[in-house]
């Protein structure tokens, strides 16, 4: 039982006599951004922005519009049945204290779709690295391995699946589906996570599979399982979460494509794509509700991006100094 | 060689035959009877139809059979089915006529996004952490972060809409309108398309060209008195352009899928909008059958890009 703990305990330190500076457990969230180039700071912040933006939002949504942000969904100069009047906005107007972002072609708040828009992305987002991280992570940990036969199955499934453009494949799935909701797009793009993420794992998986506390728990007579479970799954998973940010990126980018093509969620429920996508059909007239969304969008790319490299570096920089 | 050759090849075909399964698949995914794979669903079941479809696609044989008649088709007489959402149109027939726009604007994105990537890389890698080098490598890194449609919208805004100098939609054959109005219609999907592979190879080119740099063979050209201009793109680029060449290959794929995107953007008749028509319309064969052209071709490609670098790399075509 000794035994297996040290083993167990080398995952974090490579050799129980060496005494490496990388010893530190976890360092807290805070540490980690101290650490941080001022623009991957920057980027930190904007997804938190972003992240509790969209839970805001969809907390509004629950409470029937209880908090302070306008409805994404209601045209301002609509007609009220309560006050009998038309609403004071109008269509297209330029950003202002009462619609910060200016209003859309039908008169709906610019701000508020944008704040309600982050939550399709980041679900999106959110499923996508679920899926890749739990199914993608364990085939790929459990064929990098046992290896054999099994390995080769596997990788040829996925190297199929990975033979198509993405974009491509993703069309031809969704076109599948008469109704596209949140569900059915983020399980779609969930499930072709997963063949990224399964690369990702195994390669990682091969390398821990040969460091030496897997082969001194192999020497004792651990049972694969147990080593698969304790011994790779977890360091496994370090370098997958960092993967997962700049993944994450992409997938936002996917859906917004999907969106601005029509074929994510249904209308109305405002996501950047369509937002994009409707207001492009004015562009002529003006140009900013094209911008808002699109910045928006790009600026969340971009801080996944970031933040996703930042720790990839930082891993790397930890890898190579086991 | 002609081993690895073979082993390449036979990969190829492997891949192709589970890529067709897959495709194939797809119309039995849909609920229900085939028919509605092929009919959509608001069309009318005149029963005289549907009886001459059942017999023309074998619908009532087991999937085995069918999926080896549609196999057999596709691959002896290039036939991938008839569409009856539009009418009688052959998928094939509708392929070859949308390809030469698709082919082109990837080709051209591959070559306006190397002839900036190239210098742009070399720059980077020579002027390391140097303000130049920080400034394009925060340009890069924000030309990767633009997704496609939006650098199409904004570029198409700008130069179409404000500044009225090229046209915001539609594409000229060059058989019909000649070189220069064809180039005033993809010069803009093309570029918007480039920019983020132009932003993937450059930050290529400037890692790889970092490492390459540390070389002895480098130090030496320098020390034999060579231009620094010289060094860069005659002695260090060389050994950068295999990385390139098999990262343009893998990125082929996002092309494609790009092509898909900017063709509705700009309203151009190639494949991509052709494929999107056909999803808004469930004609499902033609999906299938754009699909499964579009996955093989990149296949193709992935697999030529492969053999180019045992062409190219004497290490690779030793071991």
């Given at each position: 039982m000794t035994l297996l703990d040290d083993a167990k305990s080398d995952t974090s330190s490579p050799s129980p006599s060496s005494n490496t500076?990388?010893?530190?457990k976890r360092q807290s969230p805070l540490a980690v951004f101290r650490e941080m180039p001022i623009l991957v700071k920057l980027s930190a912040l904007w997804v938190l922005l972003i992240v509790v933006g969209s839970i805001y939002g969809k907390i509004d949504v629950l409470l029937d519009d209880v908090l302070p942000l306008q409805d994404p969904i209601l045209q301002t100069n609509a007609f009220n049945p309560d006050t009998l009047e038309f609403g004071t906005g109008t269509p297209s107007e330029n950003p202002s204290l009462t619609h910060w972002l200016g209003t859309d072609s039908i008169a709906r708040d610019g701000f508020a779709r944008i704040v309600h828009g982050s939550w399709v992305s980041l679900i999106v987002a959110l499923v996508s690295a679920t899926f890749g991280i739990v199914v993608g992570g364990f085939l790929g940990s459990l064929v990098g391995f046992v290896r054999g036969k099994t390995e080769t199955i596997i990788m040829s499934l996925i190297d199929v699946i990975l033979a198509f453009p993405a974009l491509v494949l993703l069309l031809a799935m969704v076109s599948i589906f008469e109704v596209r909701n949140l569900y059915v797009i983020s399980l779609v793009i969930g499930f072709l996570s997963i063949p990224a993420y399964t690369r990702v794992a195994r390669a990682n998986s091969l390398a821990i599979s040969n460091r030496e506390f897997v082969l001194a728990a192999q020497a004792i007579g651990t049972k694969p399982s147990k080593i698969l479970f304790r011994e790779i799954i977890p360091n496994v998973y370090q370098s997958l979460l960092s993967y997962a940010l700049v993944a994450a990126a992409f997938v936002i980018v996917v859906e917004g494509t999907l969106s601005f093509l029509g074929l994510?969620?249904?209308?109305?429920?405002?996501t950047w794509g369509n937002m994009i996508n409707e207001a492009r059909s004015n562009i002529n007239l003006t140009v900013w509700p094209v911008v808002w969304p699109s910045l928006a969008l790009t600026f969340t790319v971009l801080s996944f991006n970031q933040i996703g490299d930042f720790f990839q570096k930082r891993n790397a920089v930890r890898g190579s100094a086991l | 060689m002609i081993k690895m050759l073979g082993l390449r090849l036979a990969r190829l075909v492997a891949t192709l035959f589970a890529v067709s399964v897959i495709t194939f698949a797809m119309t039995l995914l849909?609920?229900?009877?085939p028919i509605n794979a092929i009919l959509?669903?608001?069309?009318?079941?005149d029963p005289q139809i549907v009886a001459q479809i059942r017999e023309e696609y074998g619908l009532d044989n087991n999937i085995a059979v069918r999926y080896k008649d549609w196999l057999n088709d596709a691959v002896l007489h290039q036939d991938l089915g008839t569409s009856y959402v539009t009418r009688g149109q052959k998928v094939t027939d509708q392929i070859k006529n949308r390809v030469p726009v698709t082919a082109q604007l990837a080709l051209m994105a591959v070559v306006i996004a190397l002839f900036f990537a190239i210098p742009i890389g070399v720059l980077g890698a020579y002027r390391q952490s140097k303000w130049d080098d920080q400034l394009t490598s925060a340009g890069m890194q924000v030309a990767l972060s633009i997704p496609n449609f939006i650098a199409a919208i904004m570029l198409g805004w700008l130069f179409a809409i404000k500044l009225d100098l090229l046209p915001n939609t539609g594409w000229a054959r060059i058989s019909k309108e000649g070189l220069l109005a064809n180039l005033k219609t993809s010069i803009l999907p093309a570029t918007a398309l480039a920019l983020t592979q132009m932003a993937i190879f450059s930050r290529l080119v400037r890692s790889d060209m970092i490492a390459t740099l540390q070389e002895n063979y480098i130090l030496s050209a320098r020390a034999k008195g060579l231009p620094d201009r010289f060094v860069l793109f005659r002695h260090a680029l060389r050994p950068s352009s295999l990385s390139l060449i098999t990262i343009v290959g893998i990125n082929f794929g996002a092309l494609l899928g790009g092509t898909v995107v900017i063709e509705q953007v700009f309203s151009l008749p190639g494949l991509g909008s052709k494929l999107l028509s056909a999803i808004s319309s469930r004609d499902i064969l033609m999906v299938q059958g754009i699909t499964v052209f579009i996955a093989t071709v990149y296949v193709i490609v992935n697999t030529l890009v492969d053999l180019l670098y045992i062409v190219i790399d004497p290490r690779i075509r030793r071991s």
């Open positions: 500076p990388g010893k530190k994510s969620v249904q209308l109305p429920t405002p | 849909l609920p229900g009877d959509p669903p608001t069309t009318e079941r």
